[in-house]
């Protein structure tokens, strides 16, 4: 009669793969503590605008000019509250070096981009934003709005352009933006 063989000391048997991670759970890569992917941002961007208790309070409006507080920053990033009285607007912008997800908390914007339609932007509403990209948000309802922007890396630049309408023309077989 033939014996078992004797239990190998590192748990594995002589029928487990070479590299499989689940026999070396320590060899596993861990999760990242902070967002790093326009995926990442987007969720932290939603967990934020789900928890009321933490931006509600903190909303004013000016009637001069867009009131906004920054929530929170970790490495690479801002998060940004901001508010929109009727009539209030941007002005048409772009972020610089930084990327950006925009989502609407409550009322409702209007985002008006190069060679785009006007864009209706609902309260749960995301817009991912391109660095570079010029665009201009305005609120052109009769009720306030609040929207939560995640910037990264962090803003550091925010370029204004002339109030035109923005539009894309053809020149020269490139595009050149107007505005």
Do not use: C
Not at 1 to 22: E, H, K, N, Q, R
Not at 82 to 108: C, F, I, N, Y
Not at 152 to 179: I, V
């Amino acid at each position: 009669m033939a014996t078992a063989p004797a239990a190998f000391p590192d748990g594995l048997s002589d029928v487990s793969i070479a590299g499989d991670p689940l026999a070396w759970p320590h060899l596993a890569p861990q999760p990242l503590a902070h967002p790093t992917t326009v995926g990442d941002f987007a969720a932290l961007a939603r967990r934020v605008a789900a928890d009321r208790e933490r931006w509600e309070p903190l909303v004013r409006y000016d009637a001069l000019t867009r009131w906004y507080a920054r929530l929170e920053t970790g490495p690479g990033y801002e998060v940004w509250l901001l508010s929109w009285l009727p009539g209030q607007g941007s002005g048409a912008h772009d972020h610089g070096r930084s990327s950006a997800v925009m989502t609407v908390l409550s009322g409702e914007l209007t985002e008006l981009g190069a060679g785009r339609d006007p864009r209706a932007l609902t309260p749960g509403t995301q817009r991912v934003i391109a660095p570079g990209y010029v665009h201009e948000v305005v609120n052109d309802t009769l009720e306030p709005a609040v929207s939560l922007h995640v910037y990264f890396p962090g803003l550091t630049q925010m370029t204004p352009y002339p109030k035109q309408p923005l539009r894309q023309e053809t020149t020269e077989g490139r595009g050149a933006l107007l505005g």
